[in-house]
């Protein structure tokens, strides 16, 4: 049960990470109404003034880290569920 567990939570991690990478940039086009400056857009990050690519890293990385610690939390809650059973 604690290997499904962890896969599980692998599979949520990789999954909400690529749904967040999405928002994070769809929000930055909205927001902007350019492309985001990402390694996804690399001529648009060599375009990219400085500040903006410093904003976009600090956005969707405090977003990534967000999503690892609610994701690994959740993981956390699942695997001591399991064990209770």
Known sequence: MKIIVKLLGTL???IT???????????????????????????KQQQATLGKVVAFAVISGASAACIQALTKRWTRNLEL????H
């Open 12 to 14: 949520a991690s990789l």
């Open 81 to 84: 569920k399991a064990a209770k």
């Open 17 to 43: 990470g690529w749904l967040g990478a999405k928002v994070v940039g769809s929000v930055w086009k909205k927001a902007t109404g350019e492309q985001p400056p990402s390694l996804a857009n690399p001529d």
